[in-house]
């Protein structure tokens, strides 16, 4: 993908002509994360990002849902554990059964600690593959966007009914053409590819690892 030609599209098209450096690196980040899962399906993809456009309220990094879930049968305290399970991430993962499910995908310990969905790569693998997976509702990207359809509308059956369903159908279509365009222009120069820092090759190296033990 030639990002240069990706940003260029999805910056006037969603971001009213201006990113802030934080949406910018959001972003990028997402789409790095996205190469690591193994999916092609660019129209998954466009909604994916839709989907944490809209949920993030466009900065485009993990959020805690506002309110908190105040007022909300998930927003009380589990009796268990103690733990509130209101919505966090790119998603806005809500309810205990899902922080579990993910805690059984990711090997990591949601249910004990839910502030661990607010970290990028968590935030990143439970959007990408809960919404692959159909955890939030039992339904998927699959059921959705496949090779006989493209039904951005509906897809928001994967998140949450039909809350917004247009709205987000709409930011699905401007990405998919900003994918496109990315895609049409070819990849970008090896001269204008930033040098990973330490730390990102650091996450990226522990992530192969992780996939290469996952049972």
Known sequence: MNRTAFFSGVRPAL????????QVDGLDFLLDQWNETGFTNRQWLAYALATAFHETAHTM??????????????GRPDPVTG??????????????????????????DFVKQPDLVMVPENAAFIMFQGMASGWFTGRGFNDYLNGGQRDYRNARRIINGTDKAGQIADYALKFEAALDAAREE?????????PETGQHWLRRLVLAIWKAFKP
């Open 83 to 108: 733990q509130t399970y209101y919505g966090r991430g790119y998603v806005q993962l809500t309810w205990k059964a899902n922080y579990q499910k993910a805690s059984q995908a990711l090997g990591t």
């Open 15 to 22: 971001f009213a002509g201006s990113m802030t450096q934080k």
């Open 186 to 194: 070819g990849p970008e120069p090896q001269s204008t590819i930033k």
């Open 61 to 74: 990094q993990p959020i805690r849902e506002y309110g908190r879930g105040r007022g909300r049968t998930y």
